[in-house]
């Protein structure tokens, strides 16, 4: 079996800063309570890791006792949940991604300029939620075509889209073909919304998959990239199975396998895929490959209230940059070193 590991995968800059900020509280702070308003991502073995070193995730940010530290997911929220951690005297860290951020910026700023905004993403979404709470007179939300029919618009020339950042390119296509054909003035955003790290993971699942027999995901299933990555390689041609872990690995999907893709959505841990791998090297003598397609070298910003608290605690915030790049494969983790490194 030749094992083909599709890189880029898993940890984007994004969640990785999230996690990163997390860690790095419960590093300067050891016997202070840590909260996190909703999962700091979506994967169900990061969350519990932290449950165990003693961290409370929050669905409610009164659930927060006052003057405590609580944490904003990697996904954004809404102007009213921030203000209600002030009225509580939280300290507030914005673990948001920037990407996120982004997209906030924009749904601010078009609605300031009288445009209706079409959100294109999934209503219940918590990236979603946080967007349209910026703006929420402003916004509607296109989960589908078919919701197209059923939107208020009172100016056609005055509207834009904006998309959730988790999205697939090709279903986001999809939407954005059928609003320009509904409403051919609709202006886009200056960039594409779409995160840099959802992209390059899908375009390499996207090139790799028609070589496969199979594609792995590691992923949780609440995890929009990760599920996308499976529908991405089923439309081009190769079965695909999400698992959290190596422990939902199912022997009969092996069968007759010859080619196996391997990657993990943007919240899924390294030490997954590497569990996973060395599963498949031990018990069905797979070889690695490295498929490379994209490379990612990213450094994303400590946020202001952390670097605050670290320059208190007489912590130099610039020597705890968070930093990505492409994991190591080693024999110890993975079972075996790759035998070919190839470009694409």
């Given at each position: 079996m030749r094992i083909i590991l599709a890189n880029p995968r898993g940890f984007c800059a994004g969640v990785h800063m999230a996690i990163d900020v997390v860690d790095q509280l419960l590093d300067i702070c050891p016997d202070t309570p840590?909260?996190?308003?909703?999962e700091i991502v979506h994967n169900k073995h990061v969350v519990g890791r932290f449950i165990g070193?003693?961290?409370?995730?929050?669905?409610?940010?009164?659930?927060?006792?006052?003057?405590?530290?609580?944490v904003f997911s990697a996904h954004g929220?809404?102007?009213?949940?921030?203000?209600?951690?002030?009225?509580?005297?939280?300290?507030?860290?914005?673990a948001t991604c920037p990407l996120v951020t982004k997209v906030h910026m924009e749904a601010i700023r078009y609605a300031k300029q009288g445009y209706q905004i079409l959100l294109i993403g999934h209503a219940n979404h918590q990236?979603?939620?946080?967007t349209r709470g910026e703006a929420p007179d402003s916004i509607q939300v296109v989960e589908t075509p078919a919701d197209i029919p059923n939107l208020t618009i009172s100016d056609p020339d005055m509207l834009v889209y904006l998309t959730q950042t988790t999205l697939s390119t090709d279903?986001?296509?999809?939407?954005?073909?059928?609003?320009?054909?509904?409403?051919p003035n609709i202006k886009a955003p200056p960039s594409s919304d779409i995160?840099?790290?959802?992209?390059?993971?899908?375009?390499a699942v996207r090139q790799i998959a028609p070589d496969c027999d199979l594609c792995l995901v590691v992923g949780s299933r609440n995890s929009s990239n990760s599920v996308r990555l499976t529908e991405i390689s089923q439309s081009a041609g190769c079965p695909a199975r999400l698992l959290d872990d190596v422990s939902e690995l199912n022997s009969a999907w092996l069968e007759g396998k010859q080619n196996v893709l391997v990657t993990a959505g943007a919240s899924a841990p390294e030490d997954l895929v590497a569990s996973l791998v060395r599963?498949?090297?031990?018990?069905?003598?797979?070889?690695?490959?490295?498929?490379?397609i994209f490379e990612e070298d990213v450094e994303f910003a400590i946020p202001a209230t952390l670097k605050r608290m670290m320059r208190d605690e007489g912590i130099d915030p610039n020597e705890r940059r968070i930093h990505i790049t492409r994991p190591e494969i080693t024999q110890d983790l993975y079972g075996a070193v790759p035998l070919t490194v190839s470009a694409s």
């Amino acid at each position: 079996m030749r094992i083909i590991l599709a890189n880029p995968r898993g940890f984007c800059a994004g969640v990785h800063m999230a996690i990163d900020v997390v860690d790095q509280l419960l590093d300067i702070c050891p016997d202070t309570p840590v909260y996190v308003f909703h999962e700091i991502v979506h994967n169900k073995h990061v969350v519990g890791r932290f449950i165990g070193r003693g961290v409370t995730f929050v669905e409610e940010v009164s659930e927060v006792p006052e003057g405590n530290i609580v944490v904003f997911s990697a996904h954004g929220i809404s102007p009213a949940v921030r203000e209600e951690a002030k009225a509580r005297n939280l300290t507030s860290i914005d673990a948001t991604c920037p990407l996120v951020t982004k997209v906030h910026m924009e749904a601010i700023r078009y609605a300031k300029q009288g445009y209706q905004i079409l959100l294109i993403g999934h209503a219940n979404h918590q990236e979603v939620v946080g967007t349209r709470g910026e703006a929420p007179d402003s916004i509607q939300v296109v989960e589908t075509p078919a919701d197209i029919p059923n939107l208020t618009i009172s100016d056609p020339d005055m509207l834009v889209y904006l998309t959730q950042t988790t999205l697939s390119t090709d279903d986001a296509e999809i939407i954005i073909d059928a609003l320009r054909a509904a409403f051919p003035n609709i202006k886009a955003p200056p960039s594409s919304d779409i995160c840099y790290a959802t992209t390059n993971r899908q375009r390499a699942v996207r090139q790799i998959a028609p070589d496969c027999d199979l594609c792995l995901v590691v992923g949780s299933r609440n995890s929009s990239n990760s599920v996308r990555l499976t529908e991405i390689s089923q439309s081009a041609g190769c079965p695909a199975r999400l698992l959290d872990d190596v422990s939902e690995l199912n022997s009969a999907w092996l069968e007759g396998k010859q080619n196996v893709l391997v990657t993990a959505g943007a919240s899924a841990p390294e030490d997954l895929v590497a569990s996973l791998v060395r599963k498949l090297v031990t018990d069905f003598r797979g070889k690695i490959e490295v498929r490379d397609i994209f490379e990612e070298d990213v450094e994303f910003a400590i946020p202001a209230t952390l670097k605050r608290m670290m320059r208190d605690e007489g912590i130099d915030p610039n020597e705890r940059r968070i930093h990505i790049t492409r994991p190591e494969i080693t024999q110890d983790l993975y079972g075996a070193v790759p035998l070919t490194v190839s470009a694409s």
